[in-house]
């Protein structure tokens, strides 16, 4: 597979294709950390978190904020399946940090709600941290 230089990289939510695309550079937010994704890759099947998915084609770096779902690496190829993926840049980090104070007016008190607000509070960080970068 030496002289590849080129991904391709689709991602889908279950409306619709987000983007279907060349790239040259993948970064996804696994549930556990970043991972970089470049041509030539091994074949993997990870678990996404709730971040930022960077996209590198040529000089241009799209921005993403997607929440949790599968990524998935075969041969050139990079599957990421999410339940949302928005563009960075379409994010307010007021509207975010909303959804933060509102995850942590939850109540909770089994661990089934526990874990509902913890989830509401992870997503709405993340959302905040790539309002931020973009």
Known sequence: MS????????????????????????????????LGIAPGHSAMIGRLGYGEMRITEGDRTDRYYVDGGFVQVSGNIVSVLTNRAVPAKQIDPRVAAEQLEAARQKKANSPELLEIRARAEQQARAQMRVAARA
Request: a negative charge; aromatic letters at 6%.
């Open 3 to 34: 002289g590849v230089r080129v991904l391709t990289c689709i991602v889908v939510t279950p409306e619709m294709t987000v983007r279907e695309s060349p790239a040259q550079f993948v970064v996804v937010p696994l549930y556990d950390g970043e």
